[in-house]
């Protein structure tokens, strides 16, 4: 265990999609002083996204420079370094600790839509979620190895390791190996009973066992800063630097959702809706990630949360005003849109046997406005979101008690009581929108002996701003209004693929037809 006699600061590192940010922590939880730098993610082609490891230690080393250029005293009060970063991105380095592949694919990264589509088409979901914990998906580390292997064989056979983005900055920062449970559950190689990497995963998808790092706890300590690393930073040669985990579980724990009954809701661009539970849920609609405290997260993704906003405004109002103009004129209508239901899915679904679905205004009639359009599209993100929390619950045999609620879309306060009122459940914001960083600190505020749980850490750390209650007229509305959007998904799905079949179809007399022919008929 690290001593915290002599520290009043912890230091939060988030190695972030599009930056690095450092910062310094105090006893109380509060951020004393946050620095970042910005690195651009690199598109090659349609569909992949890539960056350069050594742009995100650049960001990084960066960062804690400027924050303690502004904070001289800091250097030596510093009392442990716990890290987080961006999931899923796949890090080869050989044995001397060189990097095989100068880029890095992302969380983002959809070339490997064929190994995917390979697996799923030799493999039922019964064989493989007891091994895996998790339906497959492009995003995973276990696809994005097959693909170098198949398509870069010299940097797949060089790779002594792989590694997750935050644990690259924490090689960099110690010399040290390892990752977390947190980071190796979302690989699609972690057996989620053993917390172990499953041999019968890496064999199946004939990966090399011998590239897995250690799995260590995330509030252990990997190592202290070393030399090189000091004169890069700034920092002091030893300072201690935990294992730490992955963003979105160390955001879990800052944001105060860390134990079973509790759920969150991140709205962004997706909006994910993740409940604590003591087991994974073996389910292929639902995903799995180990918590910092030991619990697991089983998550459902809605691909259109915050971006159903961004859709109406372009469409709808033609790009025109800001998302302001569009909360206040849904604040015009009615709860339950007039009889107007949205379905929101825009892109798509991720996972499960509809991936190809479609979003619909459905019940449009001559007596609806702008305003109802505009509130059926908040509307529908809370039901596809309420979907997914009954799902969960009856997968969990447990009631979600409280949500809390995360992203730009905690932000909006009539987006919140709809939420609340959709799924019939409070909902409260973080008073400190920064959670990752808050969890850095709750887990490196245990590792020094300040708390024995990390969950009383984050019980300390994290505040709330208050509680959105479901509105009773609302809630009445909503309950009575999900059935029939529940209903609307279902039965809509056996017209996805004919849709597919028509897009395709015009597609190609369009492209049998002259241009000129075309232009005479106009």
């Not at 800001?322 to 004129?329: F, L, S, T």
């Not at 799902?391 to 409280?402: C, D, K, P, T, Y």
Request: net charge negative.
């Amino acid at each position: 265990m690290v001593s915290a006699a002599s520290s009043a600061l912890t230091l939060s590192i988030d190695v972030g999609t599009g930056s690095a940010r450092a910062a310094l922590v105090d006893r109380d939880g509060r951020i004393v002083d946050i620095a970042g730098r910005e690195y651009d993610q690199i598109v090659p082609r349609f569909g992949w996204s890539e960056q350069r490891p050594a742009d995100w230690w650049d960001g990084v080393a960066g960062s804690v420079r400027a924050l303690l250029d502004r904070h001289p005293d800091a250097r030596d009060r510093i009392a442990a370094i716990c890290a987080c970063g961006q999931m899923h991105g796949t890090v080869l380095i050989d044995d001397a600790g060189r990097l095989t592949r100068e880029t890095v694919p992302l969380w983002n990264d959809k070339r490997t839509v064929a190994e995917v589509a390979a697996f799923e088409a030799a493999n039922a979901p019964e064989s493989y979620l007891a091994e895996s914990g998790n339906p497959p998906t492009p995003a995973w580390a276990a696809f994005k190895l097959q693909w170098i292997r198949n398509t870069e064989p010299d940097a797949y056979a060089r790779a002594a390791a792989v590694l997750a983005p935050k644990d690259y900055i924490n090689f960099c920062l110690t010399g040290e190996i390892a990752t977390d449970p947190t980071e190796a559950s979302c690989n699609f190689l972690m057996n989620p009973q053993t917390g172990d990497w499953s041999q019968a995963m890496i064999a199946r998808l004939g990966l090399n066992p011998a590239m897995m790092p250690p799995i260590r706890p995330p509030q252990a300590v990997l190592g202290g800063v070393s030399a090189a690393a000091a004169l890069a930073t700034g920092l002091a040669a030893g300072t201690p630097v935990l294992v730490g985990g992955a963003d979105y579980p160390m955001a879990l724990l800052g944001s105060g959702v860390c134990r079973p009954g509790l759920a969150s809701d991140v709205t962004g661009t997706s909006c994910i809706i993740t409940l604590i539970t003591g087991q994974a849920l073996l389910d292929p609609e639902i995903s799995n990630v180990a918590t910092v405290e030991g619990n697991w997260g089983p998550f459902m993704l809605l691909e259109t949360g915050g971006d159903a906003m961004r859709w109406a405004r372009r469409a709808l109002l033609d790009g025109r005003g800001g998302y302001e103009d569009i909360v206040a004129r849904a604040a015009e209508a009615p709860a339950g849109a007039g009889g107007l239901i949205f379905m929101p899915y825009l892109t798509g679904e991720r996972f499960g046997a509809h991936r190809n679905a479609r979003a619909q205004f459905f019940g449009l009639a001559a007596g609806h406005g702008m305003e109802h359009l505009q509130r059926a599209v908040m509307e529908g993100v809370a039901f596809g979101v309420a979907r997914h929390i009954r799902i969960l619950e009856a997968n969990s045999g447990q009631a979600v008690e409280r949500v809390i609620a995360s992203g730009g879309g905690a932000r909006t306060q009539l987006w919140l009581k709809i939420k609340a009122s959709a799924y019939g459940i409070p909902v409260v914001v973080p008073a400190e929108a920064e959670c990752g960083v808050i969890g850095c600190a709750a887990l490196a505020a245990t590792a020094t002996g300040r708390f024995s749980r990390v969950e009383d850490a984050a019980g300390a750390f994290v505040r709330f701003k208050g509680e959105v209650a479901p509105d009773p007229r609302w809630a009445d509305i909503y309950a009575e209004t999900q059935p029939v959007f529940d209903r609307l998904y279902a039965r809509s799905q056996a017209l996805y693929d004919d849709l597919d079949r028509l897009a395709a179809r015009t597609a190609a007399i369009l492209a049998a037809t002259p241009a000129d022919t075309m232009a005479a008929a106009d």
